[in-house]
T-cell receptor
């Protein structure tokens, strides 16, 4: 059974700081997604990572994938308040399984 | 591109009512769509995979007779919550992708409240 574990589940941080969210998964599926969800809203696709060593960056967010370690990271650089949201990683091919999400709260 | 529309966005109804939720891919064809359920402050739980022209594939623990899924065309899937009860209150989200190498794009979700 595919398991997707995110760490931490809750993160409160100051603006301007850097931090990393970790996503471990238990299957050989190497297709990994990062999504953002704002309160009361649906999901917004951030990154799709398809191969070992893949790194993608968009603004202050950078995602990477290590398929050998079955680990993906979402790195936040110089956080700003607008990045406050819940971030989900998800793994799978046709059917994807979500982690529990990381609630990120960035203090001004 | 890759817009998924979900309707309605909010439903409040009495216990015992059946509620239909529509999920449409507006600018692409989707052989497969997915239905998720999300409780407050929790993750998304996959309920079923909707396949165009065939029966849906339900996840373990999801009642097929309770949550009826129909995927009548390449752009439309519907989820009907039959004889809804308060415990069915939740945020229901559908998704679809152009193909298996593309991310799933999510509808805006339907917040269902059963009184």
């Amino acid at each position: 059974e595919l398991k997707v574990e995110q760490n931490p589940l809750f993160l409160s941080m100051q603006e301007g700081k850097n931090y990393t969210i970790y996503c471990n998964y238990s299957t050989t599926s190497d297709r990994l997604y990062w999504y953002r969800q704002d309160p009361g809203k649906s999901l917004e696709s951030l990154f799709v990572l398809l191969s070992n060593g893949a790194v993608k960056q968009e603004g202050r967010l950078m995602a990477s994938l290590d398929t050998k370690a079955r680990l993906s990271t979402l790195h936040i650089t110089a956080a700003v308040h607008d990045l406050s949201a819940t971030y989900f990683c998800a793994v799978g091919d046709d059917k994807i399984i979500f982690g529990k999400g990381t609630r990120l709260h960035i203090l001004p | 591109g890759a817009v998924v529309s979900q309707h309605p966005s909010w439903v409040i109804c009495k216990s015992g009512t059946s509620v239909k939720i529509e999920c449409r891919s507006l600018d692409f064809q989707a052989t497969t769509m997915f239905w998720y359920r999300q409780f407050p402050k929790q993750s998304l739980m996959l309920m079923a995979t909707s396949n165009e022209g065939s029966k849906a594939t339900y996840e373990q623990g999801v009642e097929k007779d309770k949550f009826l899924i129909n995927h009548a065309s390449l752009t439309l899937s519907t989820l009907t919550v039959t004889s809804a009860h308060p415990e069915d209150s939740s945020f229901y989200i559908c998704s679809a992708s152009r193909d298996s190498d593309q991310p799933q794009h999510f509808g805006d979700g339907t917040r269902l409240s059963i009184l």
